[in-house]
């Protein structure tokens, strides 16, 4: 059975920075596509960044390029999302999820986990 399982959610201040940490169990990832989304209250859920489990090839979203970067550790099986220079805008509910091959649409992905909560300060 597929887990995913983030952590490292916060408080921050505003320019501050986090990282998210999402452990993935439960079969081989080498061909998937782990994704990083984010909901707000009142918000539809939102791609954030995404990597190509296998060769490491990355997607981000038009409003966090240049401040989060994500990664995975292929040893640990774990998927990273470091977030720098956060704004308050950031400040919502982060969700790894997984699925074959990429896409940014949100109920596409197959594998979901239940998310962490980010919160950015002015």
């Known amino acids: 059975q597929v887990q995913l399982v983030e952590s490292g959610g916060g408080l921050v201040q505003a320019g501050g920075s986090l990282r998210l940490s999402c452990a993935a169990s439960g079969r081989t990832f080498s061909n998937y596509v782990m994704g990083w989304f984010r909901q707000a209250p009142g918000k539809e859920r939102e791609f954030v960044a995404a990597v190509r489990w296998g060769v490491g090839t990355t997607f981000y979203a038009e409003s966090v390029k240049g401040r989060f970067t994500i990664s995975r550790d292929n040893a640990k099986n774990t998927v990273y999302l470091q977030m720098n220079s956060l704004k308050p805008e950031d400040s919502a509910l982060y969700y790894c999820?997984?699925?074959?091959?990429?896409?940014?649409?949100?109920?596409?992905?197959?594998?979901w986990g239940q998310g962490t909560q980010v919160t950015v300060s002015s």
């Open positions: 999820a997984a699925r074959s091959g990429y896409s940014d649409y949100a109920a596409s992905y197959n594998y």
